[in-house]
């Protein structure tokens, strides 16, 4: 049996972030099932961070972590199209931008197109440039909490599935194919999967339903320096699009398609709208998807991220529910868990910014 004070189980970037936090207080091991980190959602994120998605406390913790984000980001403007009927909610949008302190300006069909020029003109009657959006390196961002929980002592074993889950006195017994591990604190960072360690666990789960979202990526013009095209969004039901290297476009329709938890693949028909969305609303032509991907978002039934103890058993602590937005997120909120596993203060800008331990409680979905 390996003791240590903390253990972790889910190496995606929730219980990396917050392991890294963990590690300089006390001594932490991430168990993580696969035989790499973020192997699941971590791993096909499309690694933007802007305002234009969650409600007021996801956009809350967006605000509180730009900062630490600018390390493994780099600036990248995001561009929100509204569509003739669609005004009002780019009205919304702006006004979230007003209230969060962004750079953003409010333009025209004919300066979005200077920008993205394929755009067609019913798709685009208004839109808004949010000038602080980030690009990420969300794989420098895994790698950059796996060597600073090492070097603080901590560890992260892969190949760790936890098969079984037992509360002995103050101290939690997990099996798992690398060996057992003890710890008095555990923290649930499973992703889509953090309902079954709970019930594993003898825990009340909280409702956590992963929702499926897929991406395509295919070829951009040759003709066209396509690195400089705007995160493309639309405000109301539609897609994004945006640049990756090699020439390449990555374009979801933002579905959400609840799933079991489990290896994600992405289904024809789901390529096959993505492709269509794009094609209705710009000049592109999809000739071939290159290459295409899905993941697993997520979410609470309120869609806030579940951070804290759980009522009725003593250090099962909650770290799941970032949906869409835990790498944008992650900064802000690896600073919430790892302050509600070690019993520490919240943190005081999240405080300032009207956050409490209360907005993440599991006691909210009443669990
Ligand atoms: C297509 C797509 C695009 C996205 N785009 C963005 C974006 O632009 N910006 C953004 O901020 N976010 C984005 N997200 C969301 C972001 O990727 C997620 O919020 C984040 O990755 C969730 O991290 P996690 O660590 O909770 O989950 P995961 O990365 O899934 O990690 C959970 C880990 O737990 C492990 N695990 C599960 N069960 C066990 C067990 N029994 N024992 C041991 N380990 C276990 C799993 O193997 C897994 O590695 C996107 C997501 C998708 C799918």
New binding site residues.
């Given amino acids: 049996m390996k003791r240590s004070d903390v253990l972790v ?7 990396l972030s917050v392991a890294a936090r963990i590690a300089p207080h006390a001594a932490v091991t991430v ?4 035989s790499a ?13 802007h305002y234009g998605l969650g409600e007021t406390v996801v956009r809350t913790l967006t605000a509180l972590s730009m900062g630490a984000l600018a390390e493994h980001g780099g600036l990248h403007p995001a561009l929100h199209i509204a569509a003739e009927g669609e005004i009002a909610a780019l009205d919304a949008l702006e006004e979230v931008h007003h209230q969060f302190g962004c750079n953003y300006t409010r333009v025209g069909p004919d300066a979005a197109r200077g920008l993205m020029p394929v755009l067609r003109a019913e798709a685009c009657a208004a839109a808004l440039i949010d000038h602080g959006s980030l690009k ?1 390196d969300t794989h420098a961002m895994l790698q950059s909490h796996a060597a600073a929980l090492k070097a603080a002592g901590g560890a992260l074993v892969t190949g ?4 079984a889950i037992a509360h002995e006195g103050d101290v939690w017994r997990l099996t ?1 194919p690398a060996g057992d591990f003890s710890a008095p604190i555990l923290v649930n ?5 953090a309902d ?2 709970a019930r594993m666990a003898g825990v009340t789960p909280v409702g956590i339903e992963p929702r499926r ?3 395509i990526s295919f070829a951009a013009p040759q003709d066209e320096d396509v690195s400089r095209w705007p995160f493309t969004k639309t405000v109301g039901e539609g897609f994004y699009l945006l640049p990756e290297g090699r020439g390449q476009l990555l374009a ?1 329709h933002m579905d959400q398609t609840p799933s079991d938890p489990c290896d994600a693949a992405a289904e024809e028909l789901d390529k096959a709208i993505a492709a269509d969305r794009v094609e209705q609303a710009t000049t592109l032509t999809i000739r071939r998807i290159s290459h295409s991907w ?5 979410f609470a039934p309120d869609e806030l991220p579940v951070i804290g103890a759980a009522a009725g058993a003593a250090g099962f602590i909650w770290c ?1 529910g ?8 992650a900064p802000a909120l690896s600073r919430v868990a790892a302050a509600a596993a070690l019993g520490l203060p919240f943190p005081e800008d999240a405080a300032e910014a009207g956050l409490t331990f209360k907005t993440f409680s599991p006691a909210r979905l009443g669990a």
Avoid: K
């Fill in positions: 189980i889910g190496g995606g970037i929730a219980g168990l993580e099932a696969e980190p973020g192997y699941h959602a971590s791993g096909r994120s499309v690694a933007f961070a990420l760790a599935r936890v098969s798992t960072a499973a992703g889509a999967w079954g360690i979202r897929t991406v979801s899905a993941g697993l978002r997520s799941a970032q949906g869409g937005a835990g790498f944008q997120t």
